[in-house]
């Protein structure tokens, strides 16, 4: 049974093929109302969530599905201390189709390994989080037609940012991609990443703590928020959560077709003064992380048909 729990499970032609099915539910919504007609999607969320657990809900209602779920591990029998992976079993009796958050990083893989039915991880702790990576790669394919030749730049929290180490992973297997990471000394991207997505293949990576002077050199531009609920004490939050605000003037620098992204929520991290920018794309990446989400179950459930 195929679960998806880390973007490299997913190979670059799904990728595109997955890219192509989103594209294809956008023009033609109405093919798709009844794909799904007679299948559940458990979401089984241990953690807090606004996008990805109602982007899933809605993918799998649009596609004609039902949800059932659970969107806080305290309304679980999680509470009374039941493991991971008897949750997983219990829910494959119910459901066709799993979608997990977890606070410990590796949760899904253990409930992929007791489901019977795919699992979707949804956002492993500080880990990974390959539906938002499906997200930003459909919006960098609307905004900009191609992953190749690209100079991504990531701000912020790129030490506990799990939706950059996902877009890292995915981004370093296209040609000509070169990454600008920007962050304070203390949360820069772990170096088990650096070392399988970058320094392994050789893709060209510099490290700065300035936004101001990196702007200008990039196509895209990921902003993060600082992830609080992962930091060991508070004083550290408030010392490094306003390291970067996006705001008019710094756009001033940047090239005139550059694409703005970030997974949301958003904190401080960009001005509201950016949302009517022409650049600023994270709401767009919102809609797009429902139909790659849309196009995900599709392709997951007509896989499980064939195992079964
Ligand atoms: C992200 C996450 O949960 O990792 N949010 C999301 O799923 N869109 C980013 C974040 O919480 O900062």
């Not at 040609?175 to 170096?191: C, N, R």
Request: hydrophobic share 40%; charged share 25%; aromatic share 8%.
């Amino acid at each position: 049974m195929r679960s998806i729990i880390d973007i490299l499970d997913l190979s670059v032609e799904e990728l595109d093929e997955l890219i192509a099915t989103a594209c294809d539910i956008i023009d033609h919504p109405a093919k798709y109302a009844e794909a799904c007609h007679g299948k559940k999607l458990a979401t089984l969320f241990f953690e807090p969530s606004t996008r990805t657990r109602l982007s899933f809900e809605a993918a799998m209602y649009e596609l004609g599905g039902n949800v059932i779920g659970f969107s806080s591990a305290n309304s679980s029998s999680a509470a009374k201390g039941e493991s991971v992976a008897d949750t997983a079993k219990t829910i494959s009796c119910y459901a066709d189709i799993i979608a997990m958050r977890h606070p410990k990083e590796g949760a899904p893989r253990i409930a992929a390994q007791a489901a019977t039915i795919p699992v979707i991880n949804a956002g492993d702790g500080g880990h990974n989080h390959p539906t938002q990576t499906l997200a930003d790669l459909l919006t960098i394919w609307r905004e900009k037609g191609r992953f190749e030749n690209l100079t991504v730049g990531l701000c912020g929290d790129l030490k506990f940012g799990r939706t950059v180490h996902s877009l890292i992973t995915a981004m370093s297997r296209y040609a000509g991609v070169k990454f600008v990471l920007i962050s304070p000394e203390e949360l820069k991207v772990p170096s088990y990443v650096k070392e399988e997505a970058l320094k392994k293949k050789g893709i060209p990576y510099v490290q700065t703590t300035s936004l101001e002077d990196a702007i200008g050199d990039l196509d895209i531009l990921y902003m993060t928020r600082v992830q609080r609920e992962r930091f060991f004490n508070e004083e550290d939050y408030l010392r490094l959560k306003d390291s970067y605000i996006l705001d008019p003037k710094k756009l001033k620098r940047a090239k005139s077709d550059l694409v703005i992204m970030h997974p949301l929520p958003r904190v401080n991290e960009i001005s509201v003064a950016v949302d009517d920018d022409p650049r600023a794309c994270y709401f767009k990446q919102v809609l797009n992380g429902k139909y790659m989400r849309m196009a995900l179950i599709l392709k997951l459930l007509e896989e499980a048909k064939y195992e079964h």
